[in-house]
């Protein structure tokens, strides 16, 4: 099935420094990846929807100069989390929607990074 | 904005007992997911409904999409310990290529 690969699983950052996320879809192409971000005992608050080859789309509230997206390539797009602070200490989890042809598999997640910014 | 409303919020029951949870949503879905999350790692997709009416089933879950296309249900018959986790409903109001809004998810734990 499709494989979705979020990269590191984990990181520490210093306050004022910057983070950047890797999604990659393994066996399977994503025009769309989507990126969320979930607090402790909280559900998935959407952050973006990142869009291949073309700008990102922010929700409501969210910064775009602070989180910055990527998505080059059919297989990658990438959350730069830039000068971070406590507060954007989170799980920050990304998805993919896997399309074969007509036929739509439903999104894959990944396994989600914990940042901790101290 | 587009809000589901998840219940329980949590669950604490005993090994073997059927477990029902529900959303609803005061905007019409076309597509209702359900997702269970452990500890520390991404959601994963239990059951996937695109039609008003659809039950569908994966082993002891079943869910349903709701004839008003406000509402989905999941129940799981004969609880076991590895059920234990997060559940969350989530939705979608355009095409499959929509964004997903998730609910608030129903943690579920078990009594062996």
New interface residues.
Partial sequence: GAV?S?HPSWVICKSGTSVKIECRSLDFQAT?M?W?RQFP??????MA?SNEGSKATYE?GVEKDKFLINHASLTLSTLTVTSAHPEDSS?Y?C?A?D?VGQD?Y???????T?LTVV | GQQLNQSPQSMFIQEGEDVSMNCTSSSIFNTWLWYKQDPGEGPVLLIALYKAGELTSNGRLTAQFGITRKDSFLNISASIPSDVGIYFCAGQIGSSASKIIFGSGTRLSIRP
Avoid: A
């Fill in positions: 979705v979020q769309t989507f969320y005992k909280q559900s998935l608050m959407l929807t409501q799980f989890i998805s929607r399309v739509y439903g999104y894959t997640f990944g396994s989600g914990r």
